[in-house]
């Protein structure tokens, strides 16, 4: 596979498993923030499960519930948020025949430009992290709520893909913060430029930031030696982490065969960034 | 055309296809022109600005920031000066500026008829209820599920002058205020969190559902930094692995309601252990506990084992700030009891005055509105249910930010009081259980429309005060209801002394020593000022309430406010983080353990019908290690009979199942120890 261009920044999502209590907050958040409709059909939906329904849902950020599958006394649980995560070597944008998707932007993002997307969804089968959903219908705001869409992020319609962008937009306002301050867009400091789900997050399990820059947190949070990342061993190269002191949960990151540990990174502790 | 000719024809069209543009050009236009319908919502271009407001949706009254754009609030950011918090936003504040334009909102004042409701004006819905309520003098009710707001003193002294009686809804306010009365304390009591090195939750779901839970959150995630080690230890003690005990450093398993019996147990082992206070009616709090609550019976009432309770104890002892909180799992029904044992906890460990205080309640500005522990007083468990078996009569009800149709136990009395009080007023913003069964619904203005405030939730660390303003346009034709009852007291010919509710939070500010200006802006005012009074330990060792029902199964309701609170269902905008764990298609799913499922005799994905003391309901099955043996763990907020599309037809609710006890000592009704009985359905 061609390789993808590096950048100086690299703006990536360390997400604490062990402090995250599953409460659907970060969610809540998303879906004000980009403009996701509430689904009215959801009963219906939730009636009729199944192909392709539960696939209808349209949700940037998906928490899952993680066990040990142990029972009684030695039994435990942790919740895992997924928002997309932002490969350094996307399967997404190689397949996409309408280059709708992109990663060309200093800071890593992973760009979905809605209006050249034409729906054929080949992006979401080869996404191995089922990080993007596809708008089955028209958005539907119940009555009088379309006046509290945010001017930040475009309504998507009917037949078009979409996926987290770790609020992108928010990184526009950062960097324009920055020039009125008078400072480099290019260098911004920890914690200006923050996506809603890390800023709503009551027991602050995501940490957000450029994990190339010495002086943000997650430069070192990345290296901790339980952080891990998802199906790190595809080769995708993800721009989000996960810390968790449980060895279960690093093991649940990747398709690990019984002998083996769960080596983060391949064994070589933190995250090979940079 | 010959042969050769046709083939060069071909070959030249296919090359000129593949060169020129147009088929791209198309496709591409088409990709866009097919998404630019003129039905599609745009998006405004305007300005954001932000403006603070404290959630009062939010049970944990947590400040956060709204972003404004064109007189429409569009988003929620956190406010990280906000003391309840933090910078965080809760998932009710984050769901709480979507409600603005909930399908399920009242739009205007509604007069039931025969033939349904039918619009009326405002003016029309304030003589109505004035001559309503001058008719009724001396049976005027009014219940109030605010547990944060001055509201409260315009209706208590609007109702106190009308001879009629005051009911605040059921909750950990109450139950603090009855503990601490008879404790013989009154104010407050404040968690200093921040400060403590071990924080023993009994019960109590401290990071989702109970008290200052936002603020709490926050304070967690400092004390356990991402990547490094802990600086305080988190323990969490109830039936399930709700949110709080899914990231505490331990769970200790324990059964529903038992709260109480392991904080004496665990004050047992300290006294055994030589620890002593200083306190008045300690001795006899030593005998009561010496007698009962040795770690063996504690462990077959509690299920907590003995050797657990006899480590806790250990290192509680060795903690420096150790803090103990506890409560019910569901934030409701545990009564006075578990707090009342946890302050002797507390007190036993030298904690009085370091990570328990007690701080000042709200000073009372409107007269003839009472002291808010005398606004706590009664119970209206058994007022409700007298009005439903028309034992009590209540020739007019008024609910505010309550919704008892749904939120209670014994649902089905509850509701049927809403139908036998003879004339039911309805201040809920929302078409809920309650508005729907009223005579005459007055819809409240939401949060971001209009004046209110917000002082000290239960558990917060010191005093705090905010302020609210209206940030928004009224979507609707609403009004707020404190302003309404200023209205309705001076159609009745009674002056409280105000003139609009801006004013009564004026004075409040007042009396605070607060500024007006500051607090206007959306800074929260706090206080450090703590009471010093000793409290008397004697009856903080009475025997906990005893299993409600006959049920082979402890029942452990779950609060998750992403499902909703017992005023508000699910948001729409929450209503995607539903887990397939909690609903199952549109049937609430309750669950068990493997051992549990087995001596019940059902499986995974099973519908099963449960039966409690208060009622039935049917669900399916889900096996899950996180609920201890012998327990079923149901979630409440679903099985919403009114509200919306997203709400209203999904799941059961499972209030149905409980049934209140009484506790004639404390004088507060109990449901925090229910059991139940399965069948496959």
Known sequence: ?274 | MNRRTFLTFSAGATAGLMITPIPWKLTDDASIWTQNWQWNPKVPKRAIYFAEMASKLDPSGSGVKVAVVNGNAVGVAGNVDHPLGKGAVSTMAAAEVGLLHSPARVRQPMLKTATGFKAISWDEAETILTGKLSEARGEVAMVSGDDTGSANEIFAALVNGLDGSFYMMPGETQSAHKALEMMGGEGRIAYDIENADYVLFLGADALESSGTSTRNARVFSETHPTGKAASAKYVYAGPVMNNTAVVCDQWIQAKPGAAATVALGLSRILMDNGAVANAKGFASFKQNVAQGYAPAHVERETGVRADVLKKIARELAAAKRPLVIAGSEFGQGAGARALMASLGLNVLLGQMGQSVKIIPGAPAVVQGAGSESERYAADVIPFLKGVAEGRDGAKVLMVYDANPAYGLPQTQAMAKAMDKAAYTVSFSSFMDETAERANLIMPNSMTAERYDDLYTPHGAGTATYSVNKPLVKSAFDTRTTADVMLSVASRLGMDLGYASFKDVLQAKATRLGASWSSLRQGKAWTSASASSAQLNLAPCAAPAVRAIGEGTLALAPVVKHNIGTSKVAMPPHSAGSIRDTELSGVQTVVQMNAKTARMSGVKAGETVKLMGPGGEMTAQVYVSEKVMTGVVAAPLGFGHTAWDGFSKGVGENAFKLLAAADDPETGLSVWSTNRVTIATA
């Not at chain 1, 280059?99 to 089968?125: H, L, W």
């Not at chain 1, 923050?194 to 990345?222: Q, R, W, Y």
């Open chain 1, 1 to 274: 596979m061609a390789g993808f261009k590096e950048f100086n920044i690299r703006w990536s999502m360390v997400v604490d498993i062990d402090k995250c209590t599953g409460c659907g907050a970060c969610m809540t958040a998303c879906n004000k923030e980009n403009n996701i409709a509430p689904q009215e059909e959801a009963k219906a939906r939730l009636e009729s499960k199944g192909f392709p329904t539960r696939f209808k849902k349209i949700e940037w950020l998906t928490i899952y519930e993680l066990s040990n599958g142990k029972q009684g006394g030695d039994h435990d649980t942790a919740f895992l948020p997924r928002p997309c995560m932002q490969c350094g070597m996307p399967s997404c944008v190689s397949v996409c025949p309408a280059i709708a998707t992109d990663k060309n932007e200093e800071g890593g993002i992973v760009s979905q430009i809605y209006p050249r997307c034409f729906g054929c969804r080949y992006c979401m089968a080869s996404c191995p992290y089922h990080a993007r959903v596809f708008n089955w219908d028209q958005p539907i705001f119940p009555e009088g709520m379309e006046k509290q869409l945010t001017p930040n992020v475009s309504v998507r319609s009917r037949g078009v893909v979409e996926k987290c962008n770790f609020c992108h937009h928010r990184l526009m306002y950062a960097k324009d913060a920055a020039r009125v301050a008078g400072e480099d867009p290019e260098k911004l400091a920890d914690g200006a430029y923050m996506p809603a789900c890390a800023e709503a997050c009551p027991t602050g399990a995501i940490s957000f930031g450029d994990v190339k820059n010495p002086e943000h947190e997650v430069h070192e949070l990345a290296k901790s030696p339980y952080a891990f990342r998802l199906l790190e061993r595809l080769g995708t190269d993800p721009q989000v982490y996960y810390i968790s002191k449980r060895e279960w949960v690093r093991k649940q990151g990747d398709n690990y065969l019984e002998s083996e540990g769960a080596a983060a990174h391949g064994g070589n502790g933190g995250g090979q960034h940079g």
